[in-house]
């Protein structure tokens, strides 16, 4: 027969384990185990003007790390709403480039999402928003190969949807993204409350040179496909979005 203190040994361990696999797995997707951070977006709205507003923004959650291949650190934003994923960046570069070279409009923010959250990037298919110093200031693409190559969705029938800006003030360079997280275009994510959805972000710092320009590349968190910050929608909303596929 079971003492009472067996009994009440094994319910904390039941439970134990079930605070376990909650932390690690929600209806949605896993939290991996490999993400260098997990944000839980603050809920608000900002302005897409290339400012990060410390009031537009007081809500987010933030992470700052040292950006790779350099001593620049950068610090990432994320907030959302009930239709939108709202990103911001600053980094502390010591210029703001806006010429341009290879297909780069001045200094340049990729955001390469893990629409899954498979904990790789650069499926077939999977979103990247990029925010350019100079015109056309902001693309919207997905990937087409797995080696990262990717094409804007308006070049295939699809949508330019969200919008991007940059600017500097102070000693940084700021980035603010806004990105619907169900736009109802088949070449974007849909995303549901409670859904994560992996990110990294690579920078391509510009500097004059020779009467031309060359840049360098920095990534937040790291230089591996595999890794990757997780955000984690708020799942009190509920999205009821119209799907054109």
Known sequence: MRTADSCIRSRRLALLLICVLALSFNGFGLVRADSAHLFIPGIGNAVIDGYIDPTEWAAADSYALTMTNSTMTGTLFVMQNKTDLYLGFTIDDNEFTTGYSSGL?????????????????????????????????????????????????????????????????????????????????????????????????????????????????????????????????????????????
């Open 105 to 245: 409009y001045g200094d340049t923010m990729q955001f390469e999402f893990d629409d899954d959250n498979s904990g790789l990037l650069y499926d077939v298919g999977e979103n990247k928003a990029t925010i350019f110093a100079a015109t056309p200031f902001y693309r919207d693409a997905h990937y087409i190969n797995t080696t990262g190559s990717s094409t804007a969705d308006t070049t295939v029938g699809g949508e330019e949807n969200g919008e991007g800006l940059s600017a500097r003030h102070g000693d940084k360079n700021h980035f603010e993204l806004r990105f619907p997280l169900c736009s109802g275009d088949s070449y974007d994510f849909c995303l549901s409350p409670g859904s994560i959805v992996g990110l990294r972000i690579k920078y391509y710092d510009m500097v004059p040179d020779n009467g031309g320009f060359v840049y360098s590349a920095h990534l937040y968190p790291g230089g591996e496909l595999t890794s990757l910050v997780t955000i984690q929608l708020f799942a009190l909303y509920s999205y009821l979005p119209l799907i054109h596929r």
